[in-house]
């Protein structure tokens, strides 16, 4: 039976999607649990009903669409990703894997297959952790990392308590976190990165994700007048800031493997003519070995030690998220690549820089990912863009990939 996917149908709706919530700059932003998210909600769940699937909704507002298989006793074949996005987004984060799985339930449809093992279609609540942490947060929720009663209770950079706004925009469910254990778990995704297009390659065979270490550091210091105090009296919280940022890229240079990133800073009382009291600054490192993440951590833990010393300050540090690194299922990934090669599309087998929900499903299901280029490597910014081509050859593979596995 030949099974032919409506491309033309995944495309509109990707572009369908990526205008709700759209900027006046040219992006997108649905944060979690905000009135557009609910507008993608709402479409996405109409869409599921378009194609007749059974929709269920869990106590964090995980969504769930099942084309039920006719041998109950198997557990379900699941495809996810997620709907929500980052602030002036790009338009295929995500909503790309959601709705290429759409377009795998739609091609079933239409040629009248029942699959014998059931199929599901997630979209999982938060993934970013823009508007409420953890990111990852539905995902990790559902395969049993966090307490549901905990994350609902999360208040969030707004102030909102997250289950409040859950339930103000209807999407509080029944269906208990991690209920329905899948088979295997499958996710489509644009690189996010610039190695498949710089290689020329079609599609990436995702064969393990980095781990990653968020961590809140705080300095403080002493404020002074800029232009009376000796540099040696005083006690800078901005100094002591710049060395941090210089030190963990030098770590980073050295290591070969670990990425370390400063990726936002306050200063306290903030004026041009004022030595900065207090410094207050986030640092994201990854790395796709465990191992050395960890002996990073313990670097930059000492480093703070001696530099408090130094400069005369106190120090402190919180960590926000740690996840270790994930290897995906051999087997999986190695479907991954026959199916690519069967249908005569280059790959390459690599590592994923960025946080996925493939992540947390690992836990508790074979995982694996698919990932096709970004133009530029560029993601999290209105200019991502992934061609039609490639969008349509990620979503072949995944089909031929779920043909394999519900049989």
Same mark, same amino acid.
């Given at each position: 039976?030949?099974?032919?996917?409506?491309?033309?149908?995944?495309?509109?709706?990707?572009?369908?999607?990526?205008?709700?919530?759209?900027?006046?700059?040219?992006?997108?932003?649905?944060?979690?649990?905000?009135?557009?998210?609910?507008?993608?909600?709402?479409?996405?769940?109409?869409?599921?009903?378009?194609?007749?699937?059974?929709?269920?909704?869990?106590?964090?507002?995980?969504?769930?669409?099942?084309? $039920?298989?006719?041998?109950?006793?198997?557990?379900?074949?699941?495809?996810?990703?997620?709907?929500?996005?980052?602030?002036?987004?790009?338009?295929?984060?995500?909503?790309?894997?959601?709705?290429?799985?759409?377009?795998?339930?739609?091609?079933?449809?239409?040629?009248?297959?029942?699959?014998?093992?059931?199929?599901?279609?997630?979209?999982?609540?938060?993934?970013?952790?823009?508007?409420?942490?953890?990111?990852?947060?539905?995902?990790?929720?559902?395969?049993?990392?966090?307490?549901?009663?905990?994350?609902?209770?999360?208040?969030?950079?707004?102030?909102?308590?997250?289950?409040?706004?859950?339930?103000?925009?209807?999407?509080?469910?029944?269906?208990?976190?991690?209920?329905?254990?899948?088979?295997?778990?499958?996710?489509?995704?644009?690189?996010?990165?610039?190695?498949?297009?710089?290689?020329?390659?079609?599609?990436?065979?995702?064969?393990?994700?980095?781990?990653?270490?968020?961590?809140?550091?705080?300095?403080?210091?002493?404020?002074?007048?800029?232009?009376?105090?000796?540099?040696?009296?005083?006690?800078?919280?901005?100094?002591?800031?710049?060395?941090?940022?210089?030190?963990?890229?030098?770590?980073?240079?050295?290591?070969?493997?670990?990425?370390?990133?400063?990726?936002?800073?306050?200063?306290?009382?903030?004026?041009?003519?004022?030595?900065?009291?207090?410094?207050?600054?986030?640092?994201?490192?990854?790395?796709?070995?465990?191992?050395?993440?960890?002996?990073?951590?313990?670097?930059?833990?000492?480093?703070?030690?001696?530099?408090?010393?130094?400069?005369?300050?106190?120090? $402190?540090?919180?960590?926000?998220?740690?996840?270790?690194?994930?290897?995906?299922?051999?087997?999986?990934?190695?479907?991954?690549?026959?199916?690519?090669?069967?249908?005569?599309?280059?790959?390459?087998?690599?590592?994923?820089?960025?946080?996925?929900?493939?992540?947390?499903?690992?836990?508790?299901?074979?995982?694996?990912?698919?990932?096709?280029?970004?133009?530029?490597?560029?993601?999290?910014?209105?200019?991502?863009? $992934?061609?039609?081509?490639?969008?349509?050859?990620?979503?072949?593979?995944?089909?031929?990939?779920?043909?394999?596995?519900?049989?």
């Amino acid at each position: 039976m030949t099974i032919a996917l409506d491309t033309a149908t995944m495309l509109a709706q990707l572009a369908q999607l990526g205008a709700i919530g759209h900027d006046a700059g040219g992006g997108r932003t649905r944060l979690a649990f905000g009135d557009a998210d609910k507008q993608g909600r709402d479409q996405l769940v109409a869409w599921m009903r378009d194609l007749t699937l059974d929709i269920t909704i869990d106590q964090i507002g995980n969504i769930f669409g099942t084309l $039920t298989g006719s041998d109950p006793s198997l557990a379900p074949l699941m495809i996810g990703s997620h709907i929500d996005t980052v602030i002036n987004a790009g338009m295929y984060d995500g909503c790309y894997g959601v709705l290429a799985g759409l377009a795998v339930m739609r091609a079933l449809h239409s040629a009248g297959m029942v699959p014998r093992r059931s199929i599901v279609v997630a979209a999982f609540s938060n993934e970013e952790g823009v508007r409420y942490q953890p990111d990852m947060m539905g995902s990790l929720v559902y395969a049993g990392g966090m307490d549901v009663a905990d994350v609902l209770n999360v208040i969030g950079t707004d102030g909102t308590r997250l289950g409040d706004e859950l339930a103000r925009i209807g999407y509080v469910g029944d269906l208990r976190p991690g209920a329905v254990v899948p088979h295997a778990y499958l996710e489509l995704h644009i690189e996010q990165g610039p190695l498949l297009e710089a290689h020329a390659t079609q599609i990436g065979v995702v064969a393990d994700l980095q781990g990653i270490s968020w961590q809140q550091i705080t300095i403080n210091g002493v404020a002074n007048h800029a232009g009376t105090t000796p540099l040696v009296m005083r006690h800078d919280a901005g100094w002591a800031a710049a060395a941090v940022i210089t030190f963990v890229r030098q770590l980073a240079q050295q290591s070969g493997s670990t990425l370390a990133t400063v990726g936002s800073i306050q200063f306290s009382p903030n004026a041009i003519n004022v030595i900065p009291q207090t410094a207050v600054l986030t640092l994201d490192m990854r790395d796709p070995d465990d191992e050395k993440l960890t002996a990073a951590e313990a670097q930059v833990a000492t480093f703070l030690q001696t530099l408090a010393t130094q400069a005369g300050v106190t120090i $402190t540090s919180q960590q926000l998220v740690r996840f270790p690194a994930v290897h995906f299922d051999e087997s999986l990934v190695a479907t991954i690549a026959q199916a690519a090669h069967d249908l005569g599309l280059s790959q390459r087998q690599m590592t994923s820089g960025a946080g996925h929900d493939a992540q947390m499903m690992a836990r508790i299901a074979p995982a694996a990912m698919i990932f096709v280029p970004s133009q530029a490597g560029i993601s999290h910014n209105p200019a991502e863009y $992934t061609s039609d081509a490639d969008l349509i050859a990620g979503a072949t593979v995944l089909l031929a990939v779920v043909q394999r596995l519900s049989r």
